[in-house]
């Protein structure tokens, strides 16, 4: 199991359950997480843009991004059914994380939205 431990990020509930429609128990396992305050300014003010709308969990030694549907794997095939869903993003260590979330300020600002 990989070391997600760090000293500026805690364990949080305010998301509430997730849900992995491929295995549902498993789901339990979720832990949900705040966002490191370590991270780079960039990196934290896109995930304050999306201010709760955006949670991140640890599940099965990866760190996982969902939005409000709160999908922790893709699912569905876009039917009423079966809606379509999926992570906003899936990485194997912080840095991924961090990296992303640049990403995704960058996107946002060109968009005008921060």
Do not use: C, H
């Amino acid at each position: 199991m990989k070391d997600f431990y760090r000293e500026d990020s805690w364990m949080t509930f305010e998301a509430g359950q997730p849900y992995d429609m491929n295995d549902p128990e498993g789901a339990k396992e979720a832990i949900g997480l705040t966002l490191p305050d370590g991270f780079s300014e960039k990196a934290k003010a896109a995930w304050n843009y999306f201010d709760d709308t955006a949670f991140l969990f640890l599940y099965k030694d990866r760190l996982v991004v969902t939005d409000e549907s709160l999908y922790l794997t893709e699912w569905g095939d876009g039917s009423t059914e079966a809606p379509w869903g999926f992570p906003r993003f899936e990485g194997d260590t912080w840095e991924e994380l961090d990296a992303w979330l640049e990403e995704t300020y960058y996107s946002l600002e060109e968009d005008g939205l921060i």
